[in-house]
């Protein structure tokens, strides 16, 4: 039975933002929240990007950047282990042939 959403306070650049979140989801967006407030405020401690809009934009950008190499990265890994299991099928096809 879907849990109904509770309210979650979260702070992100010194700000406090009331979110709704279903209860079983709250650890994940707390960790979530963490995570978007450090980045953020690396970009603003870089000094580069003023405004917290902006700093919200690039922090996105970063994050969706990451996110995406990182399943680049696994479709890469999922391929070249299905070419070695490919392999060792053939191999081991080959050995029980002979």
Known sequence: MPQHPTT?????????YLVACPEEQQNALLQA??????K?????SSGKVFG???????AALNITHDFLERDTMSGAASSILNAM???LDTALGESSGN
């Open 85 to 87: 299991d490919e392999k």
């Open 52 to 58: 917290t809009e902006r700093i919200a934009v690039m």
């Open 8 to 16: 979650v306070e979260v702070k992100i650049l010194d700000k406090e």
């Open 33 to 38: 929240a963490r995570h978007l407030d450090i």
């Open 40 to 44: 953020m405020r690396e970009i603003r």
